[in-house]
């Protein structure tokens, strides 16, 4: 058994504690709200993102970073890409010498351009606590895990050690985890899938049907691939689980905040309309800019991205820039992949 800390009480850090509790390990959630660390201790429930889920009593949750940090060498971290500065800020002062971070987050951040564990280690740089950084990713939605369904996904590290040791923290007859040394690759997959996922809902929103979806799915793999090479990938992480695996979920299962913030899009609402009554944090949008901006500063073509960029910050209509998109100049599918 090992004792664990959770930082994000919402449907992802939730599922993934109830994983690691039913493997018998003692889990520590940390969450902002009173209310919710009352209803998680008392109730055993987290219905605001998870309703209908009973949680083990073995899962333990508390508002101070301090007490959840105490006696615990292995950190899971489960929040918004925008909120990773600010959670190890917190957390960091708290942190034993030596601890592993596991991250479960889907991001680039604006401006930096910086990948999740790249912010992570940034911020440890003074302090070097951190012995090891891991990424948890692939194809699963929150709601599905919580219910037991059979559930694939991939953890990568740097150090393969480190990966087959957090491998063996969440590995059980539902949740099946494999490893990878692509660290770069698993973290570009996870979080280019958002944009291709909003693009698909937009698209929904249009009234638009499968052969489109077809078409973006497949090209925005292209897109994803070409970008993760280029920052350092292997082009074969993009042919599993946190690339092709990610990128069929999010692109057509309702449960996908992407793909159904895309779609009010695409049905006309504004982007902060959207955001409004999504009430949820929408990854790809932020990556989107990020992800605008890598490609532009590394001549990396990706048409997609850019395209839903103009919609998104450029005031471009989504029927403008679908023509704009199908008026692009003639060429070849294969030499496009990795060029």
């Known amino acids: 058994m090992t004792k664990i800390a959770v930082i994000g009480a919402g449907s992802w850090g939730s599922a993934l504690a109830l994983v690691l509790a039913d493997?018998?390990?003692?889990?520590?959630l940390h969450a902002?709200?009173?209310?919710?660390?009352?209803?998680?201790?008392?109730?055993?429930?987290?219905?605001?993102?998870?309703?209908?889920?009973?949680?083990?009593?073995?899962?333990?949750?508390?508002?101070?970073?301090?007490?959840?940090?105490?006696?615990?060498?292995?950190?899971?971290?489960?929040?918004?890409?925008?909120?990773?500065?600010?959670?190890?800020?917190?957390?960091?002062?708290?942190?034993?010498e030596d601890a592993m971070v596991i991250h479960a987050s889907k991001g680039i951040e604006p401006v930096t351009h910086k990948r999740v564990s790249e912010i992570i280690a940034e911020?440890?740089?003074?302090?070097?606590?951190?012995?090891?950084?891991?990424?948890?990713?692939?194809?699963?939605?929150?709601?599905?895990?919580?219910?037991?369904?059979?559930?694939?996904?991939?953890?990568?590290?740097?150090?393969?050690?480190?990966?087959?040791f957090a491998q063996n923290l969440f590995m059980n007859k539902q949740f099946r985890v494999y490893t990878n040394p692509d660290l770069?690759?698993?973290?570009?997959?996870?979080?280019?899938?958002n944009i291709i996922a909003l693009v698909c809902g937009i698209t929904n929103g249009l009234g638009l049907g499968d052969?489109?979806?077809a078409a973006i799915m497949t090209r925005g793999l292209a897109e994803m691939s070409r970008l993760g090479v280029h920052m350092g990938a292997n082009p074969l992480t993009?042919?599993?689980?946190?690339?092709?695996?990610?990128?069929?979920?999010?692109?057509?299962?309702?449960?996908?905040?992407?793909?159904?913030?895309?779609?009010?899009?695409g049905e006309g609402l504004s982007m902060d309309e959207v955001l409004a009554q999504m009430g949820m944090v929408v990854e790809g949008v932020r990556t989107t800019k990020a992800a605008y901006e890598l490609a532009q500063e590394k001549g990396v073509e990706m048409p997609l991205t850019e395209a839903l960029n103009s919609v998104l910050f450029e005031g471009v209509t989504p029927q403008e820039a679908t023509e704009q998109l199908m008026a692009r100049m003639r060429t070849h599918e294969v030499e496009t992949l990795f060029e």
């Not at 770069?184 to 899938?193: D, N, Q, S, Y």
């Not at 993009?238 to 996908?256: E, K, M, N």
């Open 238 to 265: 993009f042919s599993g689980l946190s690339g092709l695996g990610d990128l069929i979920v999010t692109c057509t299962s309702v449960h996908s905040r992407n793909w159904r913030a895309g779609r009010m899009i």
């Open 32 to 96: 902002r709200r009173e209310d919710q660390v009352d209803e998680m201790n008392q109730c055993h429930t987290n219905e605001s993102y998870l309703p209908g889920v009973v949680f083990p009593a073995s899962i333990r949750a508390y508002t101070k970073m301090k007490e959840v940090l105490q006696g615990v060498s292995v950190v899971l971290i489960a929040v918004p890409t925008k909120a990773m500065r600010e959670t190890m800020r917190a957390l960091l002062p708290s942190l034993a």
């Open 23 to 28: 493997n018998g390990h003692e889990v520590r």
């Open 184 to 193: 770069i690759g698993v973290e570009m997959g996870g979080a280019l899938k």
């Open 123 to 164: 911020e440890d740089k003074q302090m070097k606590k951190i012995a090891h950084i891991a990424v948890l990713s692939g194809p699963s939605h929150a709601e599905e895990v919580a219910l037991r369904q059979p559930t694939t996904v991939t953890v990568a590290s740097e150090n393969i050690e480190a990966a087959q």
């Open 211 to 213: 052969n489109t979806k």
